[in-house]
């Protein structure tokens, strides 16, 4: 009877050798598999300060040209939205937001706020001051900018540069 199990064992034998070999997988490619990166969500934008000097700069840059009666000033990217005049005839410098039709003209410095009656003209709201205002050298030494808003149009937050100050010069003498 131990014929049985030694034939038993040899069946087994046998058909083990009928399995297929089995081979290790195939190399992975030579690209790497890519890893998802977690993005972080975007910040979401501050809410707009109430101070002024917070605020983003209006885009432009001072142009300064002589003029017979006095000096000119101008502000913005291609048409100006401010201009500052000397009119020395008048004694006189004169301080026009283009394209807006405001009766009130508000300046503000980092020395102080002031109000000005302004006259609607066909360039838009003007104003006039003496040339020995104290308002035009708080204009030009306020510290980087100064702002100058109208009803019903967005604020203007412009450079104190020189051009501004060369204007009240050349209406001082």
Avoid: H, K
């Amino acid at each position: 009877m131990r014929i049985v199990p030694a034939a038993g064992l040899a069946a087994l034998v046998v058909l083990a050798g009928c399995v297929p070999r089995v081979d290790a997988p195939p190399p992975a490619s030579s690209r790497p598999i890519p890893v998802p990166v977690r993005t972080p969500a975007p910040t979401p934008a501050p809410p707009p300060s109430s101070d002024w000097r917070d605020w983003a700069a209006t885009p432009g840059t001072w142009r300064y040209a002589p003029d017979a009666r006095g000096g000119r000033a101008t502000f913005g990217t291609g048409s100006p939205v401010l201009t500052l005049t000397c009119d020395r005839p008048a004694n006189a410098v004169r301080l026009t937001r283009a394209g807006v039709a405001a009766t009130a003209l508000t300046i503000r410095t980092s020395t102080g706020d002031r109000i000005l009656p302004a006259q609607v003209g066909p360039s838009g709201a003007e104003a006039t001051l003496v040339p020995t205002d104290r308002l035009l050298d708080a204009m030009g030494f306020s510290r980087g900018r100064f702002v100058v808003e109208a009803a019903g149009a967005p604020p203007l937050v412009v450079p104190a540069w020189a051009e501004v100050l060369r204007v009240v010069e050349d209406c001082r003498g």
